[in-house]
């Protein structure tokens, strides 16, 4: 059974409550007051704390703060015959998981840490879960570069990954701007039968017309101005290999069609040159832009188009696979610990959940570059949730009317975060539990009890 704390300064509601949950068969340590609490809630291995309000010298809004900071697995369950609505929002957002309003029966008391106490058995298993599947995807998914997940939406694209690679059929990689594409791009030739031959990569939206054109094909010495001698192009020195064209969305109409050709013979000719050179190289390609948009408004070469996507690949975006962010963030630290002397640092449980719960439109770029200004700025081994500002967090959801009684309006406001996190979960229940940093069981309850289910 669980290990509970009891913080109450009134004696014989103190002596209630513990007796009450003796009975239920929890292990129980009482005190009078937060500083007591606080001194030994190091010593002791609680998991559940019952807090009361309004006590002296601290009051329960600062004990539950200084207990959260010390171990933030504590689930907290405050209780108050004073509270106001304020004082109860503020307490959730804290990290309360529960606020109970004096006077309470036994029977109710025992039903709110009952379910505290099935959140932490079902979360223990998930987590008992989570660490099997860490080790059976680092297994079954070895030799992806930086490709992290355990998503069921980046699994489809590890075996895809695994399908396409020992065929030489041009690939086209759809997705957003962070999202991996060139990690994705490597892994395919990694695991393709060209892997001991040469990845290189030609970033087609950075060049203009004149120098793509050199950048691929090569030029004879005196081609034009400042060819002052002869230069292989990327398609002789992959040869063999892959070729990566990232962002092939922004090249001109013109290099479309000198693409096309080399695409349709497997032969092109050097800037300057006369002399057709054949070249034998898998083309992999990606962007960030709609093309099937860019060819209606005339943009972009149908036929080129289905050139370059006999196997087309699409790339989720952070967003959509969430439950993947704590992987990622603990593998960026990792990156971040072996540049720094091996200095390892984590983030704390409330501010993992901020990371979570974050839109993080630049995506896996974004969270990386993040993860390294937390490591840097981060003054101990722990990073907590203080540090991690992001310039969208999202917002509690919902207003909550001042003149409802207290546990109305905390039920409103817990209602709304769950309305809320269910829309930005698409209505996908384990991503709206990890979104509220709640369990799914837990979840399955709250949406029963408002009617949302």
């Not at 041009?170 to 594409?181: A, D, Q």
Request: glycine share 6%; charged share 30%.
């Amino acid at each position: 059974m669980e290990h509970v704390f009891v913080i109450e300064d009134n004696e014989a509601m103190r002596l209630g409550i513990v007796e009450s949950l003796k009975r239920e068969g929890y292990f129980v340590t009482a005190f009078d007051n937060g500083p007591e609490a606080i001194k030994n809630v190091r010593l002791n291995h609680a998991s559940i704390a019952i807090i009361d309000l309004k006590m002296e010298p601290i009051d329960g809004i600062e004990i539950l703060k200084q207990l959260k900071e010390i171990n933030n697995q504590l689930e907290v369950l405050m209780i108050s015959a004073y509270g106001t609505v304020e004082i109860a929002v503020s307490a959730i957002r804290l990290g309360a998981f529960d606020f109970l309003t004096k006077p309470f029966s036994p029977e109710e008391l025992r039903l709110r840490v009952n379910r505290i106490a099935v959140k932490l058995k079902q979360e223990r298993i998930i987590d008992d879960l989570r660490e099997q599947n860490k080790l059976l995807t680092e297994e079954l998914y070895s030799g992806f570069d930086e490709l992290i997940g355990n998503s069921a939406e980046i699994k489809k694209i590890f075996l895809l990954i695994e399908q396409v690679s020992k065929t030489d059929s041009t690939i086209i990689i759809h997705g957003e701007s962070g999202t991996g594409k060139e990690l994705v791009a490597h892994a395919i030739h990694k695991k393709s039968d060209r892997k001991e031959k040469p990845f290189i990569k030609v970033n087609c939206g950075a060049l203009n017309d004149n120098l793509l054109e050199s950048e691929l094909f090569g030029h004879e010495k005196g081609s034009f101005t400042g060819a002052i001698k002869q230069r292989r192009g990327r398609f002789e020195l992959a040869d063999g290999g892959t070729l990566f064209l990232d962002e092939i969305g922004d090249i001109s109409l013109a290099m479309q069609v000198k693409l096309l050709r080399v695409l349709q013979d497997g032969e092109f000719e050097r800037v300057g040159g006369e002399t057709s050179i054949k070249t034998n190289v898998r083309i992999i390609s990606a962007t960030n832009k709609d093309l099937k948009m860019l060819i209606k408004e005339g943009k972009f070469r149908e036929d080129l188009y289905y050139r370059l996507s006999v196997i087309p690949i699409e790339i989720p975006s952070l967003r959509n696979r969430m439950e993947d962010i704590p992987l990622l963030a603990e593998y960026f630290l990792q990156k971040c610990s072996a540049k720094n002397k091996n200095i390892s640092k984590r983030i704390s449980q409330s501010g993992m959940n901020k990371l979570i719960n974050y839109n993080w439109p630049g995506n896996i770029r974004e969270l990386e570059n993040f993860i390294e200004r937390l490591y840097v700025i981060s003054p101990g081994d722990k990073i907590e949730d203080n540090l991690i500002i992001l310039n969208s967090d999202n917002a509690l959801a919902g207003s909550i009317n001042n003149s409802l009684p207290l546990e109305e309006a905390v039920n409103i406001f817990e209602r709304n975060l769950i309305i809320d996190a269910m829309k930005k979960a698409d209505g996908v229940k384990n991503r709206a539990a990890k979104l509220l940093g709640i369990g799914t069981s837990v979840l399955y309850y709250k949406l029963e009890k408002h009617g949302l289910l």
